[in-house]
């Protein structure tokens, strides 16, 4: 029995009446071709494709609707009108970008700010006229982009005073983290400390500033007077030569009385300058003859007098220094250095430790590099002017004629020295360190040092000396080393003792002053009362403002205390074969660089006896 067949045209009239009340276009029904039609022959047929696969078939027939659907229809969000829609966007945004930056390069280039101290807080001010004093400032190149660099007046005084320096340290560093900010649109959490080499890319060479127009240029140069710098050259072939491309300059103004210090620094600075390519001068125009609390007043007087009051100049450059203005003590990617005793913690800080300690080594071989840089300085720097030099050399061949054997010219025998620093320097061992390490202490170990030497040799013909440098008078005349022989006698301390036993009695004249020895060893303080007018009360209390300029009497005695203390340490540094001494004591140190690396550590020759600490370059 067949199915019940469907009147299509019955359908359709009946629908159409409903319609055409309604005032419908006729809608006319066609058969859908069927589903299957599209379906391939066979699997290897030539009309074979994908089509099957992505064509769904089409929906069910139905009828239309009665009554029409009230309310908008859903809309459909394809991908395709998704992306569209991003692009438009991404456009608009790009536009609106070059705008903004078309209207910031329109806007002409000028300072936006510069820092100024308030305590330990730095604020940036804007203004659109460079500081007359020395501080980092903010500036805008071409494109908008905040850059930041370091101004001085090119008609300021050369060097800055060392508080100014270590405000300048410590600005430059919150500057590059503000810039730093700027270029991210937000305040983020910076590095503890960057790298020894670690160059900012928002720093602005001062050069390169004045080269843009950012900062005063040459016009500006013309008037200002520039002291002249040791190792310079002078004359038409000054004015020839051109300037450096990278320099350090090591100022010799330090807080500190004692030369030690200053000596190490010296030395470990010209190293470091030869290490990076720089060409290496010294600024000896501030070495005042009195501390930071004096130098608002000193009148240009010196506290040892000048550089080549004491050594020969150093090797000359073939090229000119920069101005004056250049010359920064940080960031340490500056062409143009300035490294003094109050920028240590900078040049010779913890980041420069992680750079050159060798951390493949123990012990105080890992200091090797910096002793290299400090031998270096050494070699070139320590030349002592023409007098002194001539004293230490016909010193040191007295002191090897005594130990040579009659009978021969090439058989020696030993030198031993022994430094002794007392005064306000105290040692590192606990026990001793409210005094002083024992003399006998000293004598015992010179002693053994002089019995294991000639007893390996096997000639008890050989001579041996003990050589004795100190600062404190009294150790010379010791039951310990009364024997021994002075490293030099050309400029000898006195204590009181000693100068009253070689005075004459003069009864009682009243008007004779009394005699003041050097008694103790050095002290700071003794040592800035040098000299002082008589008129001025031992008690008094010597405030900033009221401090007294420092005579010509001063000088000369603090520039005698200054020849004596190089000459110890030359005569003890080129003779001894073994030397004795504290490592506390920074002219310990100095005497390690002076005999080497090999005869010092490797063989042992320099011996501390100051606890088991080992050398160590400078302690900032």
Known sequence: MSPPSLDLSKTYTYSDMILSSRNT?????????????????????SRFSFNHLIVSPPPSPGLPALVPRHGKPVPTHTPRRCLRGLIWLLGVLVILYYGVSRIQMDRPI?????????????????ESEVPDFPTPVVVTDKRGRAKWTVSIPPDHEFPLKPEQYVDMCSQNMEVAMHVADLHSHSHREHAAHYGYYHVDPNFMDVAEA???????????????????????MTGGQMIESDVCEKSMTFVLETADAGLGKTLMMLWMSYGLAQKEGREFFIDDSRWYACSLLHSSIANGRRAYGKFTNFFQPPPMPQCRPPPRHEMLPCPHSARHLVVSAATASHTFGGAFNEVYEDARKMEVYRQKPMFDFARTGYEKLFALADADSVYVNQRIEELHDRTKLLNSETANGMLVGVHIRHGDRHPYEFQYRDSYVPLDRYAARARSLLNDTLNQAGNGNNLAEIVIASDDPDVYESDEFSHAARAQEHI??????????????????KFVDETVGWEGGFFAGMFWSLGKPSSVPATAVELKDTTLPPTEEAVRLRELLGRAYLMDLAVLGKSSDRIV?????????????????????VKGSWVNIDGDFEWRGVSW
Not at 32 to 44: E, F, I, Q, V
Not at 111 to 118: D, H, I, K, L, R
Not at 210 to 217: I, S, V
Not at 583 to 597: E, I, N, P, Q, R
Request: charged share 25%.
């Open 25 to 45: 276009p006729r809608i006319s029904l066609r058969r859908a071709a069927s589903y299957k039609d599209n379906a391939p022959l066979s699997s290897t047929s």
């Open 210 to 232: 004045e080269a843009h127009g950012l900062l005063p240029g040459p016009k500006s140069k013309t008037n200002m007077k520039e002291d002249e710098l040791v190792g310079e």
């Open 581 to 601: 001494c504290t490592v506390s004591s920074m002219g310990c140190k100095l005497l390690a660089v002076m005999m080497g690396w090999d005869e010092a550590v």
């Open 492 to 509: 000898k301390l006195a204590s009181k003792k000693h100068l009253d036993s070689e005075t004459p009695n003069l009864g009682t004249r």
């Open 110 to 126: 000028r300072a936006v700010g510069w820092a100024t101290n308030a305590g330990e807080e730095y604020e940036m001010v804007g």
